[in-house]
């Protein structure tokens, strides 16, 4: 087997990210190291790359690219099977996470990505996205030449208490995480819990959307054992400022939950959470409780590929 001349090790990264997605680097294997160095392009230099780009930019697509610091370069062009298609280079990191949210929300997927420094010694991406219904087209003639595509892992979940609160207002004491007036036992489903929000009615609660989100889940619920708690309210969520949720009367519900459970459309911005305190706030101790977003796993991979660096010979 020849060893590609370049030889560039560890061409498998992690990188971490605002709300715990992470960027899962192209990676190759050597078993098609011949097949990769026959297609590749000779080595050029930036210009020659932009020639190189020009002329067949309009006809075929980069798959995989090797940047070196301040160049050359090496690209792998193959036809275009006719998609739509997004490529970048010279992108830092904030950049390609603000890009990628923009990307999402049009259904296209980052199936491409690589990393090499510039002449400061900053990362610098080079990134390819495609549309999500037809990125398989290029994923395929990826893996023809040993190239595990990239892609972008999102937690399959997260907790509302984990995320900044963008906007609130409550109708007594503060909004709080875990704690309640008089620090009244919690329970949910019968069992304590801890995982809430306090938000007195009347209250509204405002969060951003984190991109890729695709629903939101609660229990509207109350603190338990005390007859000082004796409110009444109902529950609103808005996305976007449009009612997508109305519970009837806390009361209505059996052991006093209400089951929250709202679809989220791609590209939403933001979500507030409403107390509506029924004509009288008083004793409207009110909880959002397990308050949590669910990411769309349409191209979600799973499982999760082992961490450790990897070297390319
Ligand atoms: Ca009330």
Redo the contacts with the bound molecule.
């Keep these: 087997m020849k060893i590609l001349p370049f030889c560039i090790a560890v061409l498998l990264f992690y990188h971490g990210l605002s709300y715990g997605q992470v960027l899962v680097l192209s990676k190759v294997d050597s078993a098609h190291a011949d097949a990769r160095e026959k297609a590749l392009n000779t080595w050029s230099t930036d210009e020659e790359a932009g020639a190189l780009w020009n002329q067949l930019g309009s006809t075929h697509i980069s798959i995989y690219t090797q940047r070196q610091l301040g160049g050359p370069n090496h690209d792998l062009y193959i036809p275009n099977p006719g998609i739509g298609y997004w490529v970048l280079s010279n992108v830092s990191e904030q950049s390609l996470w603000k890009i990628q949210e923009e990307k999402i929300k049009i259904g296209d997927e980052l199936v491409g990505a690589t990393i090499y420094k510039n002449e400061k010694g900053e990362d610098q991406y080079w990134v390819l996205w495609a549309p999500h219904n037809k990125s398989y087209l290029l994923k395929d003639k990826m893996r023809e030449y040993g190239i595990t595509p990239a892609r972008v892992i999102y937690p399959p979940k997260m907790s509302l208490l984990d995320l900044p609160v963008k906007d609130y207002k409550v109708g007594f004491a503060d909004l709080w995480i875990g704690k309640n007036v008089d620090n009244r036992e919690v329970l949910l489903h019968g069992k304590p819990c801890e995982e809430y929000l306090f938000a007195h009615?009347p209250s509204r609660v405002v969060y951003s959307i984190p991109a890729g989100v695709a629903s939101f889940s609660a229990w509207g619920i109350r603190p338990d054992g005390d007859s000082n708690v004796t409110?009444?309210?109902f529950y609103i969520v808005k996305i976007d400022g449009k009612e997508v949720f109305r519970s009837n009367p806390l009361q209505e519900y059996a052991d006093k939950e209400v089951p929250i459970d709202v679809q989220i459309p791609p590209g939403s911005k933001e979500m507030e959470l409403i107390v509506d305190?029924?004509?009288?706030?008083?004793?409207?101790h009110s909880i959002w409780a397990e308050p949590t977003f669910k990411w769309q796993d349409r191209w979600m991979p799973t499982p999760r590929m082992e961490t450790q660096d990897k070297e390319v010979k």
């Design positions: 009615a409110g009444s309210w305190p029924m004509n009288n706030g008083f004793s409207d």
